[in-house]
């Protein structure tokens, strides 16, 4: 083997070596970076573990102290905070109302009603139902309060069903003042004009909120329906 052939064998076999030492150093500087991060990723979850049980912790502490301070009540509780200003967590939590067992009791109490000042309910529904402080009323159709069917001009039809509804409010313990929601339904929209002339006569001051449906068809053949939502007085 010549002198030159010798030098070049050398120097691959030298490169050689320092590619597979660079690798080598190489793949554990990855190791060590993927250890390091699993280390970090568990440091985090172990401190979020630990925050949530701390949190949870001051969350009990806080429905006990409100509990103590009006068991009960039926009320939103407040003015706690010189009381529990220690608890870290106490700015979010107030931002919840917190309700008592027997408010829950009172809210979930539903008294249907019947009213004689409107058309008999022809099938298993109630004139209206009152839950939560609201009323909801039925669909009411143009028929006077002893079940007969109004005959008569569209305008004279939708007036009466607006009595109908009101009637059931005011027997309801309520009044049109305290009517929120009303819903129309027509099944032809080209009268949404001289159904609107009636209907301000009722609402023209208060202004619930109002939806108009347009609909094939109505039972009976009808050509229109009003159901409301109002608040209890």
């Excluded at 931002?95 to 058309?119: D, E, G, L």
């Amino acid at each position: 083997m010549s002198r030159a052939s010798k030098i070049t064998l050398g120097v691959t076999s030298l490169l050689c070596a320092a590619t597979t030492v660079g690798v080598y150093f190489f793949a554990e500087e990855e190791n060590d970076d993927a250890e390091r991060l699993e280390r970090r990723r568990e440091r985090e979850l172990n401190a979020k573990q630990k925050a949530n049980a701390l949190d949870f912790e001051a969350q009990k502490e806080l429905r006990s102290k409100l509990e103590a301070d009006q068991p009960l009540s039926g009320e939103i509780v407040q003015g706690v905070e010189s009381k529990i200003a220690n608890l870290a967590t106490f700015a979010r939590l107030a931002r919840k109302p917190v309700y008592t067992a027997q408010f829950h009791r009172m809210s979930s109490t539903i008294t249907p009603v019947i009213s004689k000042n409107a058309p008999p309910a022809a099938a298993a529904y109630s004139h209206a139902v009152k839950a939560n402080g609201f009323i909801y009323v039925s669909g009411q159709i143009p028929f006077t309060p002893e079940g007969k069917r109004l005959e008569g001009t569209f305008q004279e039809k939708s007036e009466q069903v607006i009595k109908n509804a009101l009637a059931i409010v005011k027997d309801s313990g309520s009044s049109v003042e305290k009517v929120v929601k009303v819903t129309v339904f027509l099944t032809d929209m080209s009268k949404f004009a001289e159904f609107n002339e009636v209907y301000v006569k009722y609402f023209g001051e208060y202004k619930p909120a109002r939806s108009c449906i347009g609909v094939k068809e109505l039972p009976l053949g009808l050509e229109v329906e009003m159901e409301l939502i109002a608040v209890e007085n």
